[in-house]
Nanobody, 115 residues
Framework: QVQLVESGGGLVQPGGSLRLSCAASGFTFSSSTMTWYRQAPGKERELVAAIGSVGSTNYVASVKGRFTISRDNAKNTVYLQMNSLKPEDTAVYYC?????????WGRGTQVSVSS
């Protein structure tokens, strides 16, 4: 079965960095577009970044230049490097893959940015 397991979240001061990982299994990772979403308290879940099977990337405007999505097909893992973190980046971050029209989500990892 499809499994997505996020890790790497935590508490960091403004201006700090974190790297999130999402380990995937149960599907052909290398041919799948992988995405990171986040949901802050009281807000809608929003798309943060996406990476296609050949490495093309897209970002929401608020994280461009600060976040980098990447993938390691040998490890079936997608990463989100987050630099220059701001308090407004505080959220639960989720990994998602869409397969044959169905969305699969991980359980998420909490990122908190606070001094």
């Amino acid at each position: 079965q499809v499994q997505l397991v996020e890790s790497g979240g935590g508490l960091v001061q403004p201006g700090g960095s974190l790297r999130l990982s999402c380990a995937a299994s149960g599907f052909t990772f290398s041919s799948s577009t992988m995405t990171w979403y986040r949901q802050a308290p009281g807000k809608e879940r929003e798309l943060v970044a996406a990476i296609g099977s050949v490495g093309s990337t897209n970002y929401v405007a608020s994280v461009k230049g600060r976040f980098t999505i990447s993938r390691d097909n040998a490890k079936n893992t997608v990463y989100l490097q987050m630099n220059s973190l701001k308090p407004e980046d505080t959220a639960v971050y989720y990994c998602r893959v869409r397969l044959v029209g169905k969305d699969y989500w991980g359980r998420g990892t909490q990122v908190s940015v606070s001094s």
